[in-house]
């Protein structure tokens, strides 16, 4: 097109269109509506009748539908579009003109067909008449259509959803009946969940089959509809591409939870949740591309064909063919000539794809000492839930009516005062606290006055006591916004003072069951006295001194862990013998898998909520440097850490819209960590310390687990008849004056992760 302007523009254009189609598969909705805006604009230069300008005017009114839903209208309006509306007759009128140009081939005519049916349809969800002329044209499309073209499919998702709905508005029987018939057929036609419309057949499958009564046969297809979700995550080429696959994978996921919940099925609700839960952490830590990933499986040769193939389209759009041989490297599928399959029993996409059955996710609880894993649902519109998997008894369930994301708005503010960029809140990372502890702390409490009544009080109602008066050990993965809470500082007032969820029971948190079930089954890593201790590296003015971190941190080296290397800055703020405290000291200690298994970072973290890319959640290191989140998945080596202690500000918690998986704790637990213990916000200096330093005397000197040092430090800083450590040094005993230790800002933001 070398020369050509108005060749290269429709060039452009066209590839724009492809990125919307890509964009609508993995139900990215704000990619849908900058690529056709990019599309529209490279197009402007074109001539007015331009068949790709007619075909940019069609889709957009296809899609503008949906950017109406994102933005409902204002309280009082009527459901739905009026059908006498002059607008969106106009824009109807188009599309029904495109479908009858004179001439057209019949697939070209079938696709135009289709975009009128699924614009009536959608425009028409609450009006009788735009729904019989959806399916009128939706069936004239699918009958121009032999029976492999490869549209064949999603013409029969569209066709069989405008039934469902129209069974749903009239209550006809015929409608639901048709419904199915058209839905099995398309799913039969796509064969596995390999297929693009995979999920989006199965889901009103799933539905109908429960309006027809078979509650049943509707949670398994609904089940099995997920893991189609799977493959659009496994198959994208960006990260924030896998994201938004991911995302919308959750948001299916939790429909199906409440399905299973709403027949008493909590057992499929933990799997239906989980199998989310494993996407998203797989989003979120896998950085790689697709390339380097089927190269890392030993088919360089398929990468160079991928690649190809990309570069031509996006890849949810890639020839079926190609896409399922690639799946099937990715997955550790071999086939055979016979035409019979083998699986690789340790293939990390095949344990994507199935979550842990509900005996696996029991053995990891016993091998890790577990009594249970507690899904907290949130609630909507309807209640929250909690689903509960025991050890050793049946999975069981029960609502909360106030288990909802309103519940933690209040939440918000303070988190972002706390987890704000360094240097703009020097206030709440140098340890003088003083001028905003008032607010944040009454914030605080208030968010963990709620935490109490809306789950974890009816929760320890129905914990088994044991014979011992052992607490019960209880691995919570919360949902969405609930990431966010620190539930093990749930608190009663009643009046004889404050008692805290940690004083009842030992919480760890976990990404998702899959995770922690390859963590029971990794090899136990003997936790060392020698690996790395990070004291406050000068930041050059990027961020305030840390002066008690420092202390805190040659104490944990001196006393616990003597042959450790220590890099940063001593108390006295000069360099240390071993290092400055930069990226490639760092790096270089992953790399080194004999420079011991225990990692402590007492330094400044930043967590930018709501970006992607190396700035969204990172440490500050010497010099101002930066190493994200990406960045320690992409170096981590192929050995094992026993313990990562960061006691960095925000270590925990993300800073990716809508991906509360993936933070630097995650991330080190995901790719080569044991146990983690991490913040959940921008701590105080001196609190933060003490309390570190106690962890690791329980951890070394009581010979504690890391959830356990971690509850007994929690328990000791809230303790008014606390003992401190002969062994403790005078510069953290003057701490203990400087701060509240009973004050939860400073001890409820650390959480523990892994074994």
Not at 421 to 431: I, L, Y
């Amino acid at each position: 097109m070398s020369g050509n302007p108005r060749g290269t523009a429709r060039v452009a254009a066209l590839k724009s269109l492809l990125e919307v189609d890509a964009a609508l598969v993995r139900g990215d909705l704000p990619a849908v509506w900058t690529a056709l805006d990019r599309a529209e604009e490279v197009a402007s230069s074109l001539p007015a009748d331009d068949s790709v300008r007619s075909a940019l005017r069609a889709i957009r009114i296809q899609v503008d539908p949906f950017r109406e839903t994102a933005n409902p209208a204002p309280a009082g309006a009527p459901p739905g579009s009026d059908p006498a509306d002059p607008e969106l007759r106009a824009r109807l009128a188009t599309l029904r003109a495109l479908a009858e140009q004179p001439g057209q081939p019949r697939h070209e005519r079938a696709m135009h067909l289709h975009a009128l049916g699924v614009a009536e349809l959608t425009h028409g969800m609450d009006s009788r008449s735009l729904l019989d002329a959806a399916i009128s044209d939706l069936r004239a499309a699918l009958e121009l259509v032999s029976g492999d073209d490869p549209q064949r499919v999603r013409y029969l998702a569209s066709l069989g959803s405008a039934h469902l709905r129209r069974a749903e508005k009239l209550a006809r029987r015929a409608d639901l009946v048709e419904a199915i018939r058209l839905l099995e057929q398309g799913r039969e036609l796509a064969g596995s969940n390999q297929h693009q419309q995979w999920t989006q057949l199965s889901n009103p499958l799933a539905h109908a089959y429960r309006m027809a009564g078979d509650k049943r046969r509707g949670r398994e297809v609904a089940l099995a509809g997920l893991r189609g979700h799977a493959w659009n995550v496994l198959l994208t080429t960006r990260i924030s591409d896998a994201d938004a696959a991911a995302r919308n994978a959750a948001g299916d996921a939790l429909d199906v939870a409440r399905w299973c919940l709403t027949d008493d099925d909590p057992g499929s609700a933990a799997l239906a949740l989980d199998a989310c839960r494993a996407l998203i952490l797989y989003a979120a830590t896998e950085t790689r591309d697709l390339g380097a990933r089927l190269t890392g499986a030993g088919r360089a040769d398929l990468a160079a064909r991928w690649r190809d193939a990309v570069a031509e389209t996006e890849p949810e759009l890639v020839p079926g063919e190609l896409r399922r041989e690639v799946i099937a490297a990715l997955a550790g599928i071999a086939i055979t000539e016979d035409g019979t399959t083998t699986v690789a029993p340790d293939a990390a996409a095949t344990r994507l794809l199935a979550p842990p059955d509900l005996n696996e996710m029991r053995a990891a609880l016993t091998a890790l000492g577990a009594d249970m894993l507690v899904y907290l649902m949130p609630g909507d519109e309807r209640s929250g839930a909690v689903v509960m998997v025991p050890r050793a008894e049946p999975p069981s369930w029960f609502p909360l009516a106030t288990l909802s994301k309103q519940g933690t708005a209040g939440f918000d503010a303070f988190l972002t005062a706390t987890t704000a960029d360094s240097r703009a809140s020097r206030v709440a990372v140098a340890g003088s606290w003083s001028e905003a502890a008032g607010a944040a702390r009454k914030t605080l409490d208030d968010v963990c006055d709620w935490a109490w009544t809306a789950a974890i009080g009816p929760l320890l109602e129905r914990c088994p006591q044991s014979a011992d008066g052992r607490a019960p050990r209880l691995v919570l993965i919360p949902m969405g916004e609930l990431a966010r809470i620190p539930w093990h500082a749930a608190r009663q007032v009643t009046d004889g003072g404050v008692r805290y969820a940690i004083e009842d029971a030992v919480f760890s948190y976990a990404p998702s069951a899959r995770l922690l079930c390859d963590l029971a089954w990794r090899a136990p890593v003997p936790l060392s006295d020698s690996g790395l201790v990070v004291g406050d590296p000068d930041t050059a003015g990027a961020a305030a001194d840390l002066p008690a971190a420092r202390a805190e941190a040659l104490a944990v080296r001196e006393r616990f862990y003597p042959r450790a290397r220590y890099v940063g800055r001593t108390p006295d703020g000069v360099a240390a013998d071993g290092g400055v405290g930069t990226r490639a000291d760092l790096l270089g200690w992953l790399a080194d898998e004999h420079a011991g298994t225990m990692l402590h970072l007492a330094c400044h973290g930043v967590v930018r909520p709501g970006r992607t890319g190396a700035d969204t959640s990172y440490l500050l290191l010497a010099g101002g440097e930066r190493m994200s989140a990406e960045e320690v998945v992409r170096f981590a080596p192929a050995r094992s850490i026993a313990l990562a202690v960061l006691a960095a500000c925000g270590s925990g918690v993300c800073g990716r819209a809508d991906d509360e998986a993936f933070s630097l704790s995650t991330t080190l637990l995901a790719n080569t960590a044991s146990a983690v213990v991490g913040a959940q916000w921008s701590v105080p200096d001196a609190a933060t310390s003490v309390l570190m330093y106690m962890f690791h005397h329980y951890l070394r000197r009581e010979d504690f687990a890391p959830a356990d040092a971690l509850r007994a430090a929690q328990r000791w800083m809230i303790s008014d008849a606390r003992q401190v450590p002969t062994e403790m040094p005078d510069v953290l005993r003057a701490a203990l004056g400087r701060t509240t230790t009973a004050d939860p800002v400073g001890w409820a933001a650390f959480v523990h992760f892994g074994r």
